[in-house]
């Protein structure tokens, strides 16, 4: 039972370019969250999606940053025009279809995004 | 904001029991208490949570005081290997999103 899977894990973009991050869910789970983590900081929540939802993107940054989590797919993060700001590792989780209320979010191993 | 409080480092000889705290003053009653951590930059692995009981798995225990004001995760026997970020996380299962709200964490250093 593979766990989340997430590639590039290492990412290098110059100024101005585009960045797209995947993550594919565990098997069976339906919701996924993404999350940004800067060095020596804890992660910080970005957005969280169900199939073709956006439910929550409170945490997203409001120019440049998209995501979506297609019928079909992995669930791509898309940083456009990237920043030397962005450089940051990007976490994404999933969780089961919502029958609990406390399921908790498996992680899967990260992108390390580096923009020079 | 984070919900929670941890002291920022402790030190763990191995073979010993590590005990994390956490204060979460302001957690409501439907609010669970959950333990993850992160070693190195991995990402972070599930531990634990509670609502109101003590609980324990295979991995660590974890203490909830009556008030719920406060927990405490409890490594029994700490090795090498559990030296990592530890992160104490609240989270509400009405807020409709059930995202992590993140702090800073504990780090744990575990001695030889």
């Known amino acids: 039972n593979a766990g989340v899977m997430q590639n590039p894990r290492h990412l290098v973009r110059r100024r101005g370019q585009e960045a797209r991050l995947r993550c594919s869910p565990m098997k069976g789970h339906s919701h996924v969250y993404w999350y940004r983590q800067l060095p020596e900081e804890g992660l910080k929540f970005m957005v969280y999606?169900?199939?073709?939802?956006?439910?929550?993107e409170s945490g997203m940054p409001k120019e440049r940053f998209s995501a979506e989590f297609p019928k079909e797919g992995p669930s791509i993060l898309r940083i456009q025009q990237v920043v030397r700001g962005d450089s940051a590792a990007y976490f994404c989780?999933?969780?089961?279809?919502?029958?609990?209320?406390?399921?908790?979010?498996?992680f899967g191993p990260g992108t390390r995004l580096t923009v020079l | 904001d984070a919900k929670t409080t941890q002291p920022p480092s402790m030190d763990c000889a191995e073979g010993r029991a590590a005990n994390l705290p956490c204060n979460h003053s302001?957690?409501?009653?439907?609010?669970?208490v959950y333990w993850y951590r992160q070693i190195h930059s991995q990402g972070p692995q599930y531990i634990i949570h509670?609502?109101?009981n003590n609980e324990t798995n295979e991995m660590a225990s974890l203490i909830i005081t009556e008030d719920r004001k406060s927990s405490t995760l409890i490594l029994p026997h700490a090795t090498l290997r559990d030296t990592a970020v530890y992160y104490c996380i609240v989270r509400s299962p009405l807020s409709g999103t059930y995202k992590y709200i993140f702090g800073t964490g504990t780090r744990l250093k575990v001695l030889a």
């Open positions: 509670g609502l109101k």
């Open positions: 999606l169900q199939k073709e939802n956006i439910i929550d």
């Open positions: 302001t957690i409501s009653g439907n609010e669970y």
């Open positions: 989780a999933s969780s089961p279809p919502l029958g609990l209320a406390e399921d908790e979010q498996f």
